[in-house]
Each structure stands twice: as structure tokens, then as C-alpha cells.
């Protein structure tokens, strides 16, 4: 009768690649990175490694000072196929001040949050919800260069 005690001796490395695989797999499965708040245990776990692997690599701490993770890592989070869900609040945020430019420049006017178009809307709210957010310096306009980026756009010309 042959054992298996392989099991018992897997190396960090390879627990840490393994974590990849299903990260993708879930990505892949479901279209969305998974939530380490989430009620189903498996998507927590994964979304939890995935907030310690972002830790660790800007800090460069714990497996991420190891080179070929950190080269997959970074391999990873710029892929075509996965780093829509690896943006910084800073990017997603210029992104829709974008999309709002492009808005204003083709409808020329501003996007109504009472629109019925469910795209009008949405970018009515973002802008409500910057004007708010700029007022009283809070979440992300607390951040010197969308702050700034703000100030460019609500007084230019």
C-alpha cells in the first residue's frame, strides 16, 4: 500500500501558484475578481490572498521578494485578460472623468442623474457625487492630483 505524504510537504511557491490558478479560474468563471467580503467561503479566501498579494508586493515583503513570483505577479495583474480587475481607484476615476469629457464634448451638456438613458445617469451621479466629495475633501478628492484634475475640468473653458 503506497501513501501519499507528497501532500504534506507543499512548498510555499507552489501554494502560492495554486492560489494563482484558482484566482484566474475564478476571474475567468465569473468575470470579476473575487470579493474578500463575500458570503461564499472560497471567494473570501481568494479575495483576502489576492489583498495580502497587493500588500506584499508594494511592499516587497513575504513571498513577493522572491523574484519569479514577483515577476508573475506582475505578469498577472498587467495581463490583457486580467488587469481590468487590478486598476487603482486613481485610474478608474480618470477613466470616468473621461468618459464624462466625451459625454459633455458629443451631447454638449452635462449628464443628468434623472436621465432615463441608464449611461447618462450614471455619469450624472459620478459628477453629484464628486461636486460632494471636493466640497467636503473626502474619499478620493482628498488625493492632491484628482483634486487638481477636478479643479482643470470644472474651470476650463
Not at 522572491?66 to 505578469?75: G, P, S, T, V, Y
Not at 490583457?80 to 464634448?105: G, H, P
Request: hydrophobic share 25%.
Amino acid at each position: 500500500m503506497s501513501r501519499n505524504y507528497k501532500q504534506y510537504f507543499t512548498s510555499a511557491e507552489e501554494i502560492w501558484k495554486k492560489n494563482l490558478q484558482e484566482v484566474k479560474q475564478f476571474i475567468d468563471t465569473n468575470n470579476k475578481s473575487p470579493n474578500n467580503h463575500s458570503n461564499d467561503e472560497k471567494e473570501k479566501q481568494l479575495g483576502c490572498w489576492i489583498s495580502s498579494q497587493k500588500t506584499h508586493y508594494q511592499n516587497n515583503e513575504r513571498i513577493m521578494r522572491n523574484d519569479e513570483m514577483r515577476k508573475m505577479w506582475e505578469k498577472f495583474v498587467t495581463d490583457d485578460n486580467y488587469k481590468q480587475y487590478f486598476r487603482s481607484a486613481e485610474e478608474i476615476w480618470k477613466n470616468k472623468l473621461q468618459e464624462v469629457k466625451e459625454f459633455i464634448d458629443t451631447n454638449h451638456k452635462l449628464p443628468n442623474h434623472h436621465s432615463k438613458n441608464s449611461e447618462e445617469k450614471i455619469l450624472g451621479w459620478w459628477i453629484r457625487t464628486q461636486l460632494i466629495n471636493y466640497k467636503n475633501n473626502e474619499h478620493i478628492m482628498r488625493n492632491d492630483e484628482i483634486r487638481e484634475m477636478w479643479n482643470e475640468f470644472v474651470n476650463s473653458e
